[in-house]
């Protein structure tokens, strides 16, 4: 696939009400997204124009990672672009891709997972836009609707919570996760619990917000049935929360712990986690969603899509890999009204408790324009420079 242009826009996008983590509250979504003009094999010895679409994960402050929006942006406009444009492509012509190329031609650059995995995406969706094929056939999906779980914020009182709660159950979301922090935790998970009964598939999310040494009172949420406790330890020690998994009856899952195939095998091996929440974006693409995927499948270990506030862009590449078998959990992958008022994409939206799958080709969904325009905060060209 020969490139031709390279864009990166920043979105800004009022969410419908606030929401409130371990980590801090946020109002609005400042979204990143790669535009890639190129011309693209259809695989039948012809090419084709097409435009393909990445998004970055990434949050405007370092406060769930490392990265950010703005640091993201700088990367991939001096760092990550530069160096994917230069490496010999399959032709050996400069600007000449393909996205299994990605994260070899990327490698040199330490780190910067969110930034790599919108830059492998977009080259991935123009690619398969030039195939026709889309991107749940390309990883290998076998559904075409995946079952929603929605991600519930801390709330101000448990009263609140359990208003907040019912109504997504009203809604159809067959999986409920409450954000919790220490001083937001037992009250609220057994208001959840005694309200909706023991059938509510109910788990809870820490984004390492506790230490080994509260290990006693993380023991107390064995006693209502969760499906999983989240990230309840720091990112970095895989050996605390292997302590901590060997105490509780509740399963151990790792989000932020987890950023690539060989950081998931030794999780599972050390004893750290029988869960894994795959968040493609954190592991640096798609591809290496699928390797870990794959992994955790051979493993016997349990896996779902996580969600980090995506756009329609993001959201329609998380359904097409939480199609694939071996996601066993709900994921949070909500309709695009849980968060935005109005996406960039055509909604998505809930049938029945679950998402359905796009089959369009790549992506299978693009921008509005008029959308995009109207939430566009910053259009930068970044190839040719």
Same mark, same amino acid.
């Given at each position: 696939m020969q490139v031709h242009r390279i864009e990166l826009l920043q979105v800004?996008?009022?969410?419908?009400?606030?929401?409130?983590?371990?980590? *801090?509250?946020? @109002?609005?979504?400042?979204?990143? #997204?790669?535009?890639?003009?190129?011309t693209a094999d259809d695989g039948r010895g012809g090419t084709s124009d097409v435009v393909g679409w990445g998004e970055c994960v990434a949050g405007e402050h370092p406060v769930y990672s490392a990265e950010y929006v703005a640091g993201c942006h700088h990367v991939l406009t001096h760092e990550l672009v530069p160096l994917l444009l230069a490496a010999p492509g399959p032709d050996g012509r400069p600007g000449d891709v393909n996205a299994d190329g990605v994260a070899t031609a990327l490698a040199p650059i330490v780190g910067h997972h969110m930034a790599k995995a919108a830059l492998e995406m977009a080259v991935l !969706?123009?690619?398969?836009?030039?195939? %026709?094929?889309?991107?749940?056939? /390309?990883? *290998?999906?076998?559904?075409? #609707?995946?079952?929603? %779980?929605?991600?519930?914020?801390?709330?101000? !009182?448990?009263d609140t919570l359990v208003g907040v709660v019912g109504g997504y159950l009203d809604e159809g979301y067959v999986r409920i996760k409450l954000k919790v922090a220490p001083g937001h935790d037992l009250d609220l998970v057994?208001?959840?619990?005694?309200?909706?009964?023991?059938d509510l598939l109910l788990q809870v999310?820490?984004?390492?917000?506790?230490?080994?040494?509260?290990?006693?009172?993380?023991?107390?949420? !064995?006693?209502? *049935? $969760? +499906?999983?406790?989240?990230?309840? $330890?720091?990112?970095?020690?895989?050996?605390? /929360? =292997?302590?901590?998994?060997?105490t509780m009856a509740t399963p151990i899952c790792l989000d932020e712990s987890i950023e690539s195939v060989a950081d998931a095998t030794a999780a599972i091996e050390m004893g750290a986690t029988t869960v894994v929440n795959i968040k493609p974006g954190r592991v640096g %693409?798609? #591809? @290496?969603?699928?390797?870990? /995927? !794959?992994?955790?499948r051979e493993r016997g270990v349990d896996a779902w899509c996580g969600g980090m506030l995506e756009t329609g862009? %993001?959201?329609? =590449?998380? =359904?097409?890999? =939480?199609? $694939?078998?071996?996601?066993? +959990?709900p994921g949070d992958i909500s309709a695009s009204a849980r968060f935005f008022a109005e996406d960039i994409t055509e909604p998505f939206v809930l049938e029945d408790g679950h998402i359905r799958v796009p089959t369009g080709p790549g992506l299978g969904?693009?921008?509005?324009?008029?959308?995009?325009?109207?939430?566009?905060?910053?259009?930068?060209e970044v190839w040719p420079a």
């Amino acid at each position: 696939m020969q490139v031709h242009r390279i864009e990166l826009l920043q979105v800004r996008m009022p969410l419908v009400s606030p929401f409130t983590t371990s980590f *801090g509250t946020q @109002e609005t979504r400042l979204a990143l #997204l790669v535009r890639v003009e190129a011309t693209a094999d259809d695989g039948r010895g012809g090419t084709s124009d097409v435009v393909g679409w990445g998004e970055c994960v990434a949050g405007e402050h370092p406060v769930y990672s490392a990265e950010y929006v703005a640091g993201c942006h700088h990367v991939l406009t001096h760092e990550l672009v530069p160096l994917l444009l230069a490496a010999p492509g399959p032709d050996g012509r400069p600007g000449d891709v393909n996205a299994d190329g990605v994260a070899t031609a990327l490698a040199p650059i330490v780190g910067h997972h969110m930034a790599k995995a919108a830059l492998e995406m977009a080259v991935l !969706d123009a690619e398969l836009r030039g195939r %026709g094929q889309s991107l749940a056939d /390309h990883l *290998g999906a076998t559904r075409t #609707l995946v079952p929603s %779980g929605v991600s519930v914020g801390i709330q101000d !009182d448990v009263d609140t919570l359990v208003g907040v709660v019912g109504g997504y159950l009203d809604e159809g979301y067959v999986r409920i996760k409450l954000k919790v922090a220490p001083g937001h935790d037992l009250d609220l998970v057994r208001a959840v619990r005694t309200t909706f009964g023991d059938d509510l598939l109910l788990q809870v999310d820490a984004n390492a917000a506790y230490t080994l040494a509260d290990a006693d009172h993380l023991r107390r949420l !064995d006693d209502f *049935g $969760l +499906l999983l406790v989240e990230q309840p $330890l720091a990112t970095d020690d895989l050996w605390e /929360h =292997a302590q901590l998994a060997r105490t509780m009856a509740t399963p151990i899952c790792l989000d932020e712990s987890i950023e690539s195939v060989a950081d998931a095998t030794a999780a599972i091996e050390m004893g750290a986690t029988t869960v894994v929440n795959i968040k493609p974006g954190r592991v640096g %693409g798609y #591809l @290496e969603a699928v390797r870990i /995927h !794959d992994r955790c499948r051979e493993r016997g270990v349990d896996a779902w899509c996580g969600g980090m506030l995506e756009t329609g862009l %993001g959201r329609a =590449a998380n =359904a097409a890999l =939480a199609a $694939l078998d071996g996601f066993t +959990l709900p994921g949070d992958i909500s309709a695009s009204a849980r968060f935005f008022a109005e996406d960039i994409t055509e909604p998505f939206v809930l049938e029945d408790g679950h998402i359905r799958v796009p089959t369009g080709p790549g992506l299978g969904v693009a921008p509005v324009p008029e959308r995009l325009e109207g939430m566009l905060e910053r259009r930068d060209e970044v190839w040719p420079a």
